[in-house]
């Protein structure tokens, strides 16, 4: 396995390996965004964005993990359902592991650009009539039945590669500032990443090198269409409850069932933090407002900023705070919505003269 001593694998003390199936993955940006901060009006903003990773999403850095113990356990078929990344992913460090891979999408409700990744890195996609949650549940019977490797969030050691994120958010601000952020904002589908860095703020804690005090409240963010785990939060309840429903654009989490609320309900409340349901046009609104200074980012991942917004308008957040927003996954993962929410091309003359007429109107 390709040794690195770069992104996700300088943590590996606190990884089950030394080493794993590498492209090599983490050490993402943490962009300034100067006019978002001041609109937002909060001490400071961050962007940590996931989607400079190899594949364009956080996942690869669950997939590094989680690719390099099936090979260690040498079994056959790895397989996964997803909303788009998390098959990209699969079927990248699969391909480079030399593995079978098996991706079951929610047909029709998959982004472009994630479809035409897990092609091309040699999945076989097999397309399922019904949303991501029954994709899971057939995944999760393969499994159970010795047909094929899971390798969803369920999987525990895709969490243990996605801590990192939390490391690096803490190191680089610390770097930066001298201080940590007050709050990590982030988006939720199956709230894989919400349960990953509440463990990652554990164990620095545990060790000491984290005080209780320093921990980040963590923040989740979900689509109104698309939010059992807020819903849970409002009520109070222990874990969520299903909803068989759900629609929205970011279609990066549109799951009704996240399996790992039981673990991510706790960092939440535990951190002081709390979840919030955004429309569809705030997560647009969020996306053009990122681009617009140069952050390219897919709907979900402007969820966070969507959040952000709405916490801060509700006087939730206080411009006192010090904030990181989490951006999971690049905007050319979802070409299809970036162009809906961007500009149109405007057809001009193949000539100088007749588009400067055009500019001049
Ligand atoms: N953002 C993006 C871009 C995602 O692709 C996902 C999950 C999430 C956020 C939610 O993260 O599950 O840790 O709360 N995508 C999965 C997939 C479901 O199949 O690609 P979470």
Known sequence: FA??????????????????????????????????????????LRIKHEG???????????????????????VGRLACASTGNTSAALAAYGGRGGMETLVLLPAGKVAAGKVAQASLHGARILEVDGN???????????????????????????LEGQKTIGFEILERYQTDYGRYPDRIVLPVGNAGNTAALYKAFR????????????????????AEGAAPMVEAIEEGNEDVERWESVETRATAIRIGNPVNARKALPGIRETGGTA????????????????????GVEPASAASVAGLRKLRTAGVVGSDEDIVCLTTGHLLKDPDAAAAAGTEPEPVPADAEGVLNHLRG
């Open 132 to 158: 991501f949650d029954a994709c899971l549940d057939i995944v999760a019977e393969l499994a159970d039945r010795g047909e094929a490797y899971l390798l969803n969030s369920l999987n525990p050691f895709r």
């Open 276 to 295: 919030v349901a955004v429309a569809d046009e705030a997560i647009t609104d969020a996306q053009r407002a990122l681009a617009s200074e140069g952050v």
């Open 203 to 222: 164990e620095l804690v545990a060790s000491g090198a984290l005080d209780p005090e320093d921990v980040p409240k963590l923040t989740g963010v979900q």
């Open 52 to 74: 400079m990773n190899p594949t364009g999403s956080f996942k690869d850095r669950g997939m590094t993990v989680g690719v390099r113990v099936a090979a260690e356990l040498g």
């Open 3 to 44: 040794g690195e001593d770069r992104g996700v694998w300088r943590y590996a003390a606190s990884l089950p390996f030394e080493d794993g199936v590498s492209l090599p993955e983490g050490d993402t940006p943490l962009h300034t965004v100067p006019r978002l901060e001041d609109a937002i009006d909060v001490r400071s």
